[in-house]
């Protein structure tokens, strides 16, 4: 059973900036992660191919938001900068062997989360 494990989650002041780091057991293809705020649905964030430099961002964080790999190749990592309120979220960590995009039904692992608390 492979196990995703989330951490570097907490409290900052708005323009403030948090790193979240995602752990996996052994390697996957696509590490992603995804955000659900109070009340809302989870929405995808980033995606990274593990084995390629390809990567995407959702439009909400994009120039503010970085994810990398490192070079275990099972590690990935989210640099958040300029973070705002409504960044505020239970942030998830996902992965998958075949799939790598924004549709989260098809990622196959999900960690636990982490929660992020932006104030203003």
């Known amino acids: 059973q492979v196990r995703l494990m989330e951490s570097g989650g907490g409290s900052v002041q708005a323009g403030g900036s948090l790193r979240l780091s995602c752990q996996a057991s052994?390697?996957?293809?696509?590490m992603a992660w995804f955000r659900q705020a109070p009340g809302k649905e989870r929405e995808w964030i980033a995606y990274?191919?593990?084995?390629?430099?390809?990567?995407d961002y959702a439009d909400s964080v994009k120039g503010r938001f970085t994810i990398s790999k490192d070079k275990s190749m099972t590690a990935v990592n989210l640099q958040m900068n300029s973070l705002k309120p409504d960044d505020t979220a239970v942030y998830f960590c996902?992965?998958?062997?075949?799939?790598?995009?924004?549709?989260?039904?098809?990622?196959?692992?999900w960690g636990q989360g982490t929660q992020v608390n932006v104030s203003s």
């Open positions: 990274i191919y593990t084995r390629e430099p390809v990567m």
């Open positions: 996902a992965a998958d062997w075949t799939y790598c995009g924004l549709e989260e039904r098809r990622y196959a692992i």
């Open positions: 052994r390697f996957a293809t696509c």
